[in-house]
């Protein structure tokens, strides 16, 4: 059984900043990738930022340098600095991690429950 346990969504002024974090706990092996994505009702969850186990890192288009994503190998732990906030990165905010349990060889992809932010004008 694998968890994802994420904080620090909340309420923020526009211009203001949150850090979003997430763990990964369970039968985990590996972890190649660690991300963020986010949804509202009515439209498709989209990719915010991802990293990858070496480093290598993806941030969607409208992230445009605001955001920082991070994360500790050692502890299966992924941090988004979210920087410049805009009302229009209000969503709900999701967690995702690609990896391998501790039996067999197949990946899996994760996610976890989801955290509210809220970028007020």
């Known amino acids: 059984q694998v968890r994802l346990v994420e904080s620090g969504g909340g309420l923020v002024q526009a211009g203001g900043s949150l850090r979003l974090s997430c763990a990964a706990s369970?039968?985990?092996?590996?972890?190649?990738?660690m991300g963020w994505y986010r949804q509202n009702p009515g439209n498709q969850r989209e990719l915010v930022a991802r990293?990858?186990?070496?480093?290598?890192?993806n941030y969607g288009d409208f992230v445009k340098g605001r955001f920082t994503i991070s994360r500790d190998n050692a502890k299966n732990t992924v941090v988004l600095q979210m920087n410049s906030l805009k009302p229009e990165d209000t969503a709900v905010y999701y967690c995702?991690?690609?990896?391998?349990?501790?039996?067999?060889?197949?990946?899996?992809?994760?996610w976890g429950q989801g955290t509210q932010v809220t970028v007020s004008s």
């Open positions: 995702n991690a690609i990896l391998s349990l501790t039996y067999g060889s197949a990946t899996y992809s994760y």
């Open positions: 369970g039968s985990i092996s590996s972890i190649d990738a």
């Open positions: 990293i990858m186990r070496g480093g290598t890192t």
